[in-house]
Structure formats: structure tokens, C-alpha cells
């Protein structure tokens, strides 16, 4: 059974179409993609017969519900003053220039791993289920453009902070290397979630250290 973090809230807890893009969220991940209709959720829900479909009409309009939900529930994985702690140490060191410029690029790195690799267990311990929806979203995503567009476009509030969180960081080049760690981060979490790791997932010193090696190559260069 899935942590009580990962489960659909309950109906008085959100708005009724925060309630079915979540339970839409939980039958992804719980039955995949086949699973996933407007009976399903009116029973996921609890709601009459019919309430689903008087928010999102058509399957289309059922996924990018999810889409979109997703996007919300994972931008609170972490709290706004963790994500931001990082930027701020970077753009208070570039202010200051105090310190070597070793020393600024390994404290800025270290933020930065601090953020990530608490985000990452975040994912691994607590929110499963939205991996496992992210990853059935994904796949339906490269058949429906219409699909397609709202999640790259949901995608966009994940990696433009990234790549100022790098900037600030000192990197040289922030936008490739934003793509670099989203790709690892995504990496990671499937790994562990449905590839080879999925037995044993890493600690949150693991993958501080790894996040630390890998932003050291980037900075540093």
C-alpha cells in the first residue's frame, strides 16, 4: 500500500477538480494507463456517477487535468525557501566575492547538492506515486501532441529555475548544464523506481555526494 502522502486526499481536504486530478494521479500509478477512466475516478473519488466527466469531458481533457496537477504537487516537493536557499547563497557569493574562487565554487556546489539531493529523497521516500504517474504521462505524452505540449510546457517550471540556481551558482554555462542534472536527477529516480535500483534506493548523504561530484565537474570547469 502506497504512504498516506502519495494517496488522493480526502473530498472535503480540495477543490473538487484538484480531487479528481488526484485520484487520476493515483490510478496512473496504482493500474497504469488502461486503468485510468472517468468511472475509475467517480469510484477512486467517491463522487457520483458522472462528476468526472463534468470537469474533464473527454479523456484528453482527463489527462491534462493529471498534467497539470502533477506539475503543482511536485513544485511542493520541496517548500519555496528550500528551493530558493541555493540561488541565494550563489547570488550572495557573486555579491561578495569573499573567499577563493575554489572555496565560493565548492560552497555554491554544496548548496546547490543540499537542494537536489533533498528533493530526490523526498521523491524516493514519499512520493512514489508521482513518479510512477509522471512516467505513464510521459509515454502517453509522445502519442497525443496535444499531450505533448502541456507537458513540456509543465516541464519548463522545473528546468528554468534549475538553470538560474546553476547561473547563480557560477556556472559557465547554465543552460546545458541544467540539462545535464535534470537528466541525471530523472536518471536517479527512475533507476530507482522501476529500473535496476529499484531494491535499494540511495541514502540522502548517497546522493548528496553524487550531486556534489557531479556539480564540482560543472562549476569548476
Known sequence: MNARSDRTPAPAAVPRHELIADAALTL???RGMRGLTHRAVDEQTGLP????????RTRAALLEAAVRRLAEREAAVLTARERSAAGRAGAARAETGAGTADAE???AGAAVAEALSLA????LSRHRELLLARYEL?????RRPELRAVYDRAGRAFREPM??????????????H??????????????????QFHAAAPTRAALRTSCAELLDGMLRG
Do not use: K
Not at 456517477?49 to 474533464?56: D, E, F, L, P
Not at 530526490?120 to 521523491?123: F, I, S
Not at 510521459?138 to 509522445?142: H, M, P, V, Y
Not at 541544467?178 to 529500473?195: H, N, P, R
Open 120 to 123: 530526490l529523497h523526498r521523491y
Open 49 to 56: 456517477q458522472g462528476s468526472t466527466s463534468n470537469v474533464a
Open 163 to 176: 538553470a538560474a540556481m546553476l547561473a547563480a551558482a557560477g556556472s559557465a554555462d547554465p543552460e546545458r
Open 28 to 30: 496512473l500509478a496504482e
Open 138 to 142: 510521459a509515454l502517453e505524452a509522445t
Open 105 to 107: 565554487t565548492e560552497d
Open 178 to 195: 541544467a540539462m545535464s542534472m535534470v537528466a541525471w536527477c530523472d536518471g536517479i529516480l527512475f533507476s530507482c523506481i522501476a529500473g
